[in-house]
């Protein structure tokens, strides 16, 4: 991780935020390329799961929802995590994090029967010192720490003007059910799908863009009829596993190094009747990639009781009503990014014995789609060939013009950020109005003739 998290920084992926100001935990500025990539994947999820399919919309919601919404969904009493803190130095650690999410499972229950005092002396037997001083018998009983972040809206700062910064996107959809079905006229099954911010007061952030306070969700809710059986929503679920699958590799992402994992009944959040995690595996460990959730029919039937709202569906043909159960594939932009630069770092040997460290992007991914490089920067004809080529490309693809240092460096400048194809332009070029292009796997290099260099890229890219 520490040569990814350095080439992120060099070649302006990802920066510390407020670095100048001595950072923040675990907060991360995108820069010029990190933002493309961030972009590439939001426009492509959509374009595979929103405007390719007749079956699902889109919508975009608010950040800052009323606070009701929390209430009904779970989240002010049950989104918590398991908090310990050190007396001596006032360092905060999640006491699953510090026993083993392992042992956390088979302890949590005798903790939550046992008085604090008696919870406080057991958490200390099994974690020692705190971590952080080192100091012994300091770390307080493990409780329950809400996750969501709260600000306040208006003048004062009371409980009755408290809001909260939303911990997911799916809210949003489920308040929005009868808005969309009213507009859009679509009818189970079909799916709503949304891509934002999210914001969660992580006690311990950590892992790069792993695991942030302020991170991007790509969800959909895929709403079907309540099911008479079992395979009535093992059927859907399972076409949304594979689709999810087909994504992963999509990114390049190798499917062996994906595990799936049924998430056990007694570690379910409390919306969902069966979860699989898709797991990745990082330097740091096998982690959450991606969540698929069977939620049931919890949001819709419990905002409309906290609500007033009628929030079920009518079957057209039928006549019939309720509230329909989904099924919600749930994806960071974040970690996808991380999987993606994590999958794609190479180090390799040229033939002629240099190392070269290549980012292999698949090339929709790429931040960069094409470099054009002069072969020279002091021959006007050639500089002026190679500007006009990329004034030509860049209304294309998104590209850049580079005639600093000697081509060589700047091919590895460009392998380091992952660009898949460079044009150099050279003395032939002025005479028979081809260009080399060398493709950033293979290394190899063809002449192509400069009004086919458009059509050969396209075609590349497409693929």
């Known amino acids: 991780m520490e040569k990814i998290n350095s080439l992120c920084k060099r070649r302006g992926i990802i920066f510390p935020s407020s670095e100048i100001y001595g950072g923040l935990a ?42 009701r919404v929390w209430e009904s969904s779970g989240h002010i009493t049950g989104f918590s995590d398991p908090l310990t803190e ?135 809710e895929y709403f079907i009829a309540p099911p008479k059986n079992e ?42 009747r069966k979860t699989i995690d898709f797991e990745y595996n990082f330097p740091f460990g096998l982690k959450e990639l991606y969540g698929l959730a069977y939620r049931t029919d919890f949001d819709l039937k419990n905002h409309e009781k906290n609500s007033g709202e009628n929030l079920k569906y009518r079957d057209p043909s039928s006549d019939e009503k309720y509230w329909p159960h989904v099924i919600e594939p749930s994806l960071g932009v974040e970690r996808t990014l991380l999987a993606v630069l994590v999958e794609s770092y190479r180090e390799e040997t040229t033939p002629e014995g240099e190392l070269r460290i290549v980012m292999k992007f698949p090339a929709w991914l790429a931040p960069i789609k094409v470099a054009i490089l002069p072969l020279v920067k002091n021959n006007n004809e050639i500089v002026s060939k190679s500007q006009e080529i990329y004034h030509q490309l860049k209304t294309k693809f998104v590209c850049e013009y580079d005639q ?55 075609k590349k890219i497409d693929d």
């Open 404 to 458: 600093s240092g000697t081509v060589g460096r700047r091919y590895r400048r460009q392998d380091e950020i992952g660009t898949p194809f460079a044009i150099t332009v050279d003395f032939q070029t002025l005479e028979d109005q081809k260009v080399t292009i060398r493709d950033r796997d293979t290394m190899k290099q063809e002449r192509i003739a400069i009004k086919e260099i458009e059509k050969y890229l396209r």
């Open 86 to 220: 050190c007396r001596h130095c006032h360092q905060r650690f999640r006491a699953d994090h510090l026993i083993g999410e392992e042992k956390w499972k088979e302890e949590k229950e005798a903790f939550e029967i046992i008085s604090e005092a008696e919870k406080e002396a057991k958490f200390q037997e099994i974690i020692k010192k705190c971590p952080n001083c080192g100091q012994e018998k300091t770390l307080t009983a493990p409780r329950n720490f809400n996750l969501m972040l709260k600000t306040f809206l208006g003048p004062l700062e009371d409980e009755s003007s408290c809001a909260y910064l939303r911990p997911e996107t799916a809210q949003g959809i489920f308040i929005n059910f009868q808005n969309v079905l009213g507009s859009s006229r679509q009818t189970i099954p079909f799916g709503i799908a949304q891509i934002g911010k999210a914001f969660r007061n992580e006690i311990t952030p950590r892992n790069h863009i792993f695991r942030t306070r302020e991170f991007e969700q790509m969800e959909i």
């Open 231 to 272: 395979k009535e929503w093992e059927v859907p679920f399972e076409g949304w596993r594979q689709l999810i699958r087909g994504w992963i590799t999509h990114l390049g992402i190798d499917q062996k190094n994906i595990q799936e994992l049924d998430v056990p009944k007694e570690e379910l959040a409390h919306y969902s």
């Open 26 to 67: 675990n907060a991360w500025d995108f820069g010029p390329l990190g933002v493309e990539m961030k972009g590439n994947i939001k426009r492509e999820w959509w374009k595979m799961f929103v405007q390719q399919r007749s079956d699902i919309i889109g919508i975009d919601s608010a950040i800052i929802i009323n606070p």
